[in-house]
């Protein structure tokens, strides 16, 4: 029986992005491959996510207190120190021990001691965003995450990329054989392939948070190369025009403050709804209710969102130059990412 193990932690702790992205790949090794033996290494798990992986040839790894334990439940999360060591070297020895076949990076990184590991090593690089576009992430981040991409690259027998606009960038910044890269889209999260939800379903969700009018819906962390802010600038030229503008993503820093202080200079108030964040059981409601979907990203490794709305034959806008225009193809709408009146000139064509 095949063994296959995976770095998990994204699957049980992350409600969003690499999070889903995670959890469909598993699920797809669980659906597909159903004779594997597939060995999920999570540091913790949380509530939401707890139960999610329950099938009999799946195993549950995490770390114990007691070194002689290494692989189970603990109490208590681990301090930094022992938290590399665990991520860098246990993992290691565990999938030696248990003679994996493959061992799977989900996240951007395989652990340091990888080498050691003679059987396939993959690695999933979502993007090098913090190269591209490094005002958006602090000094230190952009330190860790580069000496993490270049011992993923250099150790991988495989480089996922999630579309040719990621892989050429990480190709352009890292030199990578480009034999060892494989270009797969992500997949739609499975939610999103049921039965398209009642028009009273949507109603009562809306309802509860706050939305009371149509509206446009906008997802992603509220974060400068999110580039929320023109979409509510294009709100503000659009104040006769009744429709709301649903903002949904986590926010902090001064970025969202800017989005605000404009908000309420524009006396936009009853225009803009936030939701911090959206349960995976709940996106299709915002997706099937909203008019369309307006996606201002300056860059994006891929930008799922845009698929999800497609498949709920929602109208798009996004903008040029960056994955996007792979994703959507002629099937979609684009416009610069500073181009505010063609944000509203689209939302205004929506509504009409």
């Known amino acids: ?4 193990g995976f770095d998990a932690r994204r699957a049980f702790l992350n409600q969003s992005g690499l999070g889903n992205y995670s959890r469909e790949v598993i699920r797809s090794i669980l659906e597909f491959y159903p004779t594997y033996k597939t060995f999920l290494y999570t540091p913790d798990t949380s509530k939401i996510f707890r139960d999610v992986f329950k099938e009999p040839n799946v195993r549950l790894k995490r770390p114990k207190r007691n070194r002689k334990q290494r692989f189970e439940s603990s109490v208590k999360p681990l301090n930094p120190i022992q938290a590399y060591q665990w991520r860098n070297i246990e993992i290691v020895k565990s999938i030696i021990y248990r003679k994996m076949d493959v061992y799977h990076g989900l996240s951007n990184e395989l652990p340091k001691r990888i080498d050691h590991f003679m059987g396939a090593k993959v690695v999933t690089i979502h993007d090098v965003i913090f190269k591209v576009y490094p005002d958006d992430y602090p000094r230190f981040d952009r330190y860790t995450y580069n000496r993490r991409t270049l011992h993923a690259v250099k150790k991988a027998d495989v480089i996922v990329c999630p ?10 910044y890292y030199r990578v054989d480009p034999n060892k890269i494989e270009v797969i889209h992500p997949s739609i999260q499975s939610i999103f392939f049921k039965e398209a939800p009642e028009r009273q379903a949507i109603q009562r969700f ?15 962390d509220i974060r400068p190369r999110k580039n929320q802010q023109k979409v509510v600038e294009a709100m503000s030229l659009l104040k006769s025009l ?34 911090n ?3 995976t059981h709940d996106l299709p409601l915002l997706f099937y209710g909203a008019q369309a979907l307006v996606y201002p990203s300056v860059i994006e490794g891929y930008g799922l969102p845009i698929a999800e709305a497609l498949l709920c034959k929602l109208p798009v806008l996004t903008t040029q130059d960056s994955s996007m225009e792979e994703i959507g193809g002629n099937k979609i709408n684009y416009v610069k990412a500073n181009d505010v009146q063609g944000i509203a000139d689209f939302i205004q064509s929506v509504v009409d």
């Open 277 to 279: 964040s959206v349960s």
């Open 1 to 4: 029986m095949p063994k296959i």
């Open 163 to 172: 579309s040719a606009f990621a892989a050429n960038s990480l190709n352009m």
């Open 206 to 220: 809306t309802s509860q948070w706050g939305i009371k009018k149509s509206y446009i819906l906008c997802v992603g």
């Open 242 to 275: 009744d429709i709301q503008l649903v903002l949904v993503g986590r926010s902090s820093g001064t970025y969202i403050q800017s989005i605000k202080s404009f908000i309420q200079q524009e006396n936009l108030e009853e225009k803009i709804v936030w939701l």
